[in-house]
């Protein structure tokens, strides 16, 4: 098998990862914290936070490593418009990124407290989660059109 194939396959699984895993985690983020339970939005929080330090750090740092080993082994110029594209929207997408775990990490927290106390999702979860959104929708905009560019290639 050639190693063109071999990181191929690594480049595509762990954009599916990456992908998966956002989308997943996203959905149930977002749905638990729209149940205002305390509890479950502690336990929804922690899981988010432990699978985007497991599933997306990893596979943020192998896609752009694979992608740009393709390139180099495809002789495809790193110039190239759709490449240049590409990698400035992960870039937004990443930039986007580091910031939700941070946002992720503090909801946790949030949530945890309050649900040893018994109470409801404080004033500042809300104001978090607010920004969490804000930042995940150009990420997942982001993210769409560089599968576009990877697929099409069309500029």
């Given amino acids: 098998m050639s ?3 071999i990181v191929k ?7 599916t990862l990456l992908f998966g895993t956002g989308i997943g985690t996203a959905f149930y983020m977002f749905s638990a914290s729209l149940t205002r339970d305390s509890a479950i939005a502690a336990a929804v929080t922690r899981n988010v936070v432990t699978a985007d330090w497991i599933f997306t750090a990893t ?5 752009p490593l ?3 080993y393709l390139v180099y082994l495809a002789e495809i110029p790193v110039t190239s418009r ?3 594209w590409s990698t400035v929207l992960y870039l937004i997408a990443g930039a986007c990124w580091l910031p939700v775990v941070w946002l992720q990490i503090r909801m946790h927290r949030l ?5 040893n106390r ?3 999702l404080p004033l500042l979860y809300w104001q978090y989660f607010r920004f969490w959104i804000g930042l ?6 982001a993210l769409i059109v560089v599968f576009y560019l990877m697929v099409a290639k069309p500029i």
């Fill in 118 to 120: 018994k109470d409801e």
């Fill in 3 to 5: 190693d063109y194939i």
């Fill in 9 to 15: 396959w690594l480049h595509i699984l762990s954009s």
């Fill in 59 to 63: 596979t943020i740092v192998i896609q």
């Fill in 136 to 141: 995940g929708i150009p990420a997942f905009v």
């Fill in 111 to 115: 949530a945890a407290d309050a649900n």
């Fill in 82 to 84: 759709w490449v240049m």
């Fill in 66 to 68: 694979t992608g740009f």
